[in-house]
């Protein structure tokens, strides 16, 4: 999915094409299974951020990839580029801190360390979170690193730690 993109129509900005409703044009139907209508986005990203997408175009699919995701099967890496030092180069660590009462983890690993004259540093960071909290990432960054991710939305920045 390219950035600036939703995943799915959200109920506010139905005005904008999503990935989903490109995705007929796309996915001819499956030559087993049960077909999907049309096939489905089995997760989301956010608006802001590209990556690739699980699709599923039969019935089967999307209930294999459900449970999937409810298990924590699958893994998700992101990588990000913050303002500061997180760590070392090569530190590994867990962010275990709930959001929205909500437990929330996410794994981090400092790829690199940069100087930069007006953050002091840029760490560019793995990240694996284990759920899929709203803004979870973000708020992971800046709220409790105390790095928000570049170029990020003000409110974000406001609440780094």
């Known amino acids: 999915k390219p950035a600036k993109m939703h995943s799915v129509p959200n109920g506010f900005d139905n005005y904008y094409k999503t990935f989903a409703s490109y995705l007929p044009a796309l ?5 087993r ?9 089995c997760h989301r990203l ?9 699709v599923a175009t039969s019935e089967e699919a999307v209930r294999a990839l459900s449970d999937s995701f409810a298990r924590h099967e699958v893994r998700k890496e992101y990588r990000a580029i913050v303002c500061g030092a997180v760590g070392a180069e090569g530190d590994s660590f867990v962010v275990d801190q709930p959001l929205d009462g909500l437990p929330s983890e996410t794994g981090v690993e400092v ?4 100087p930069c004259r007006r953050h002091g540093a840029l760490s560019e960071l793995a990240l694996r979170p284990r759920q899929g909290r709203f803004r979870q990432l973000r708020r992971h960054c800046a ?4 790095a928000p991710i570049m170029n990020e939305e003000s409110s974000i920045w406001e609440s780094a730690a």
């Open 27 to 31: 996915l001819p139907p499956p030559h």
């Open 33 to 41: 299974c049960t077909p999907r209508k049309r096939p489905g986005v």
């Open 46 to 54: 956010d608006f802001r951020v590209s990556g690739p997408m699980l």
């Open 111 to 114: 790829l690199r360390v940069v």
């Open 143 to 146: 709220e409790v690193l105390g």
